[in-house]
Every structure is written in C-alpha cells, then in structure tokens.
C-alpha cells in the first residue's frame, strides 16, 4: 500500500482532512463577495484548503484561479502568471486558448508547447521594451471582471502568498491593483499569506493599498479529534493500529502543525512498514532518525549563529517559550538583560527561526528544536 501521509504538497481528495467549518465560512463569505485575508504561519493548509473551497465553488458553476505569488519574480512573470492561471482556469482545451486570447488581449501572443508528461503548456509572449507592462497588467487585473459579465459567471480569484507582491515594485503595483479590483463586482478575492506581520499591516495600516479592504481570517490548526480520526484510519486500512499514547506524542512533538504531523506519520509508516502496532518509542525513535538525518543542515545553521542566539533558542528548546523576558527565566538559563534577549529573539524571526504565538515564542521547525534539545544527550556533541 502507498504511504498515505502526503506532505510538501497541497492535499486535496482522500487525503484532505476536512475542514468543514471553515469550509463552510468561506464559501458563504465568498458567495456574498467579501474578499479575504486568509493568514496563518506556512504548513498550515492555506492553499489545501483554498484549493478545496474552489473544488466546492467549481460544482456550483464558479469561474476560479489560483496565482502562487512566490513564482512572480518580475512584472513580466506576474503577468504572464496572471494571464495563464485566468485563461486556465476557464478554458480547459489548448485549441480555446488562442481564441480567448484574440477576444479579450490581442496584443498578447500565446506560445503553447507539449510539455514531458504530454500535456500542453501555454505561456504568453510579453516584450516588455515593446508595450507597457502596467498597462498590460491593468487589463490583466480586469480580465476576470470582464469574463465575468461576458459569460454571466461568477469568478473567485486567490494570490496565494499575496505578500511576494511587496518583492516586485512596492506600493505602486498594490496601488494599481486595489484601483482595479474594487470596482469588480461579479469577482470574489482571496488574498492568503504566511507572512503574518507583513499581511497584517497590509490591511490594518491606513497608509497601505489595502487598508480595510477585507475580512481578515487567521486559519488554526485543523480540529485534533478530525487529525486522530484520519491516522487511525490510514493504519487501520492497512490492517496496521498505533497506540494512544504514540498518537499522544505526536501531536506533542510537532506542536499539532499539519504539515509536521503528516511528515512525521510519513516517516513512521515507512520505518515500521511491516509492524503491526506502533508504539510510543516508534514515534520516538523516528523523531529521532529525522532530527539526526538533518544534522548537516543544522549544523550548518548552528554555525552562523550567535553564542547568545544559540543560548536564546537552547533556553526555548528546554522551556517551551513561555516568559523569556523575566528575571527567573533569564537567570535559569544564563541569559542577561532583556534587551539583548529581545535583540536575539527579533534577529530568530526575521530569519524565520521562530514565531510568536500570543504570549509565547516557538520554533517554526519543531524537528530542530527536538536536535537542540537531544544535541548534547543524544549526539554527544555540545
Ligand atoms: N486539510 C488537511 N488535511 C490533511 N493534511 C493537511 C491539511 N492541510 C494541510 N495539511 C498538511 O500540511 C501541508 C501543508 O499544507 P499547505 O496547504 O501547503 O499549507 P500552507 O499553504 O498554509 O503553507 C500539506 O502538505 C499536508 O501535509
Ligand atoms: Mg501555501
């Protein structure tokens, strides 16, 4: 049997877990066109669940499109990502291409090759000495407004990882595309992204484009009772089972984040692919192997840190995150004044090495942590 624990990947079918409730909010927010801010640290399931939501959306005659902002490097490749993802996600057949394309931007030529797996890929030809590219990009930002009316559809639009738009140029292209989309009428936007702080002042600051320009929705981590029930059965119908207590553990170990969790049943249905049951020193000794098998990368990390980071992220590992900044903490574990613990600290999520979460500090990979806390006992190195 394959190993049904998916990771890395957005999970869609038998393997999302259902997030019913948030399903069921999104859908009717974007039924009654509200645009929404989706925002939750990475690996939480923000583009498996949009990619569900437009799934239920499709069944229901909606028009959708999903533009991942992390590809857009340059205005010409947010362009032709834009372009591409939109005449997709309304025409399935190669042949229509070409067509749709003389009616709604003739001056864009497609180029549409085969690519390995036999499939046909479109890109567009942009010569960006030879038109004007924020041109192009305000048609392209009408385009689903326009399909909309033209073929009497709704139209649900998501920038995932909306927050790469602050890479390209800044306030002018957010100016420009607030102007554009706020006139839309028949087009629901989902604007989602990991970047928390970023995201956050993107809507809350009066002096941003999207100031106050939608609901803001913080996705949590997915109902544990519903994360149980999926890995019990995924055993089961392998005729496998996993203790209580294993299961216990591993949502402790990864801190209930859903990408850590599949990654770690991943591992642990591979590693004991013939056992029956798995038990509590199975997940362990798993957590384990992973934490080791990243040794050079961690080490290398290691490296480029402070004496005083190092101090700041062991004391976190050990402690679980929780007031950092009083004096009994800081005495406990040898750090000195406030301010430099707070100077580490900003420098560890700048660098995406921790998170907050309301009052406390955590690691955003809980496998390092794990390899901070077992270096010394377990690796016997310091
Ligand atoms: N609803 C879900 N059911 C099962 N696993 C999920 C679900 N949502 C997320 N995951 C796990 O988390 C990983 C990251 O999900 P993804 O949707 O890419 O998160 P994000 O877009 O927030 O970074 C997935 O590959 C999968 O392992
Ligand atoms: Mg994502």
């Known amino acids: 049997m394959i190993n049904p624990f998916i990771y890395g990947e957005e999970v869609v079918g038998d393997s999302f877990i259902n997030r019913e409730d948030e399903l069921r909010m999104l859908t009717r927010d974007i039924e009654s066109n509200e645009r929404i801010f989706l925002i939750s640290p990475r690996r939480y399931g923000k583009t498996s669940l949009i990619v569900s939501l437009f799934s239920i959306l499709r069944e229901r005659r909606w028009l959708t499109a999903r533009i991942d ?27 229509k291409w070409i ?10 030529r497609p180029t549409i090759t085969i690519n390995p797996d036999g499939q046909a890929e479109l890109s567009l030809n942009l010569h960006p000495r030879e038109q004007n590219i924020e041109l192009l990009l305000d ?18 639009i998501a920038f995932d990882e909306f927050q790469e738009i602050r890479t390209l140029n800044g306030e002018k292209i957010e100016k420009a595309l607030r102007a554009n989309i706020q006139r839309h009428h028949n087009v629901s936007y989902i604007f989602a992204g990991s970047k928390k702080r970023m995201l956050y002042d993107m809507v809350s600051k009066p002096s941003s484009a999207f100031y106050k320009m939608g609901k803001v929705i913080h996705l949590n981590k997915i109902n544990r009772k519903d994360f149980e029930r999926f890995i019990i059965t ?19 170990i990864t801190e209930e984040i859903p990408y850590n969790i599949q990654f770690l049943c991943h591992q642990i249905w591979d590693k004991y692919y013939g056992q ?78 921790l998170d907050r979460e309301n009052d406390s500090y955590v690691f955003l990979d809980v496998f390092f942590k794990e390899w901070i806390s077992r270096r010394m006992s377990d690796f016997g190195s310091e």
Request: glycine share 4%; no cysteine.
């Open 69 to 95: 902002l992390y590809k857009a490097t340059s205005l010409e490749s947010l362009a032709n990502l834009y372009g591409v993802s939109i005449i997709r996600s309304i025409e399935s057949k190669p042949e």
């Open 99 to 108: 067509r749709f394309l003389k009616e709604f931007i003739p001056m864009l």
């Open 139 to 156: 048609k392209l930002y009408n385009l689903p407004e326009e399909i909309a009316v033209r073929h009497k559809k709704r139209v649900a």
């Open 234 to 252: 995924k055993f089961s119908q392998a005729r496998r089972s996993i203790s209580e207590d294993a299961l216990e553990k591993i949502f402790t």
């Open 276 to 353: 029956k049951k798995i038990t509590v020193d199975d997940v362990e000794a798993t957590v384990k192997d992973i934490a080791f098998g990243q040794t050079p990368i961690y080490t290398t990390i290691w490296d480029r840190l402070t004496l005083h980071q190092r101090r700041v992220l062991k004391a976190i590992a050990a402690s679980g995150g929780k007031g950092i900044f009083s004096q009994d903490f800081r005495q406990q574990y040898g750090l000195d004044s406030p301010a430099s613990v707070q100077t580490s600290v900003n420098s560890l999520i700048s660098h995406e090495f």
